[in-house]
Structures are given as C-alpha cells and as structure tokens.
C-alpha cells in the first residue's frame, strides 16, 4: 500500500528573505498612518494577475476581505465592487492601473483603495521536493491625496513534497499531493500574515496603540501605481 502523503507543511517567507530587511516600528515605517490621513474604508482592486496562473486572481479575491476587516478597516464588500466594475467594462485589475485615486472616493466613497498583485503562482514538480509558492504585493493608497499609505510582499511556499525511503511511491505521491494543493487556505495565510504588518484600522481596539511595534520595511515595487 502506498505510504500515506505527509501533511502539507507551510513556510511563510517574508520579502525580507529575498532582499535586505530593515526593521522599524509601525509608526516609522508607515507614518502617514497615524495621522488624520489614516483611513477608515477601503476598497479592494480586482487582482492584478502578473502569473500564467488564470484562476489565482479569484482565488485571491475571495480570501483578501476578511483579513483586512479583522483587522479594523471597513472594507467594501467585493461582490457589489466587482459588480459596479463590470458594469464599467472593468474584468481585470490591470485595466485599473495608473488610474486617478480620487476615482475609487468619488465611485465609492472609500477613503483609501488596495492593490494586490499576484507576482508568483508557480508549481514545482521537481520529484520528491516538489512545492507550491505564492507571491503577493500589497499597496494601500488614500483616495484623496494619491500618498502610498502602506505596502508589503510576501510570499509562501508549500512543501508538498513526500518521503517513504521508496523513490518510485515518493514520485507519484508528490506528483498527487501538489497537483491536489488547495489555494486558498494558502491564500488566507499570506493575507493574515501581510495584516501583521500593518497599523490597525479605527474599528480595532489597538487601533493607534500599536505604532511602536516592530515591523519588516519592504522594499515593494508600487506596481498599482502604473500603467505597463
């Protein structure tokens, strides 16, 4: 009988571990958070998809909200969002790129608007080391003064990777577990793990509290903000 495929283990790598990190509190790093500019509402952009991956746009978009509204922001809900987008003409997050930020507050009365790029995506079947990674970009800019409020990337990668001491059953059981890897547990948990790193929003009772608090700056390349 076929060895049973070893539980999935999940290793969340902050952007740090790519680049050089520097650590500041949450007031340094995110000033304009802590002033009158901090927001209330936020509206979340359909993602933009920078992978082959057609479904993880959907994936993503169905696990971002909660996180955010968890951690104090009202956040818009994304079915009315997406419903009004469509209505414009507007399937995919690329098509808002280098729009005007004042648009979101005038559309939807939010006072700050969430980009999220889907920078990777990708399966790796490399025999018995096969693994998931997932790369995510975050960019929360105020509708009303165009100003970066908050960024962050972060990425996961899930070892779906299998040993028995049995190379033959190895292969076919990695090859079995990745291809039947769930997203959007995987999903949620970089969400979970990118709201660690930001300010709490009004709606939370740590909300002002925790500007003290260490966070890892990254250096996010602010994709939301341009046209390709």
């Known amino acids: 009988m076929m060895s049973k495929v070893r539980t999935l283990s ?18 340094q790093a995110f000033p304009a958070m802590y002033t009158d500019q901090k927001p209330v509402s936020m509206v979340i952009v359909p993602a933009i998809n920078e992978t082959t991956a057609a479904d993880a746009g959907d994936l993503l978009n169905v696990t971002i909200s909660q996180p955010f509204a968890n951690h104090g922001y009202y956040v818009m809900p994304i079915p009315i969002v997406a419903d009004i987008w469509k209505s414009e003409g507007v399937l995919e997050g690329d098509q ?11 559309t939807f ?23 998931v990674t997932v790369g995510l970009e975050y960019v929360l800019l105020s509708t009303r003064t165009n100003d970066v409020l908050w960024s962050y990337e972060e990425q996961v990668i899930i070892d779906t990777g299998s040993s028995s001491g049995n190379l033959l059953v190895d292969v076919i059981a990695t090859a079995v577990s990745t ?7 995987i999903a949620r948990s970089v969400h979970q793990e990118a709201v660690k790193a930001m300010p709490y929003g009004v709606y ?11 966070t890892v700056l990254t250096s996010s390349k602010e994709a939301a903000l341009f046209e390709d």
């Open 10 to 27: 999940v290793v969340l790598l902050g952007f740090f571990l790519a680049s050089c990190a520097e650590m500041q509190t949450k007031q």
């Open 96 to 106: 808002l790129k280098g729009m005007p930020t004042s648009v979101f507050l005038e």
């Open 109 to 131: 009365g939010a006072d700050s608007v969430l980009f999220l790029t889907i920078n990777t995506w990708d399966t790796n079947y490399a025999v018995i080391a096969a693994n």
């Open 179 to 185: 291809a039947v890897t769930d997203y959007v547990p």
């Open 204 to 214: 939370h009772p740590k909300s002002g509290q925790d500007g003290a608090e260490q």
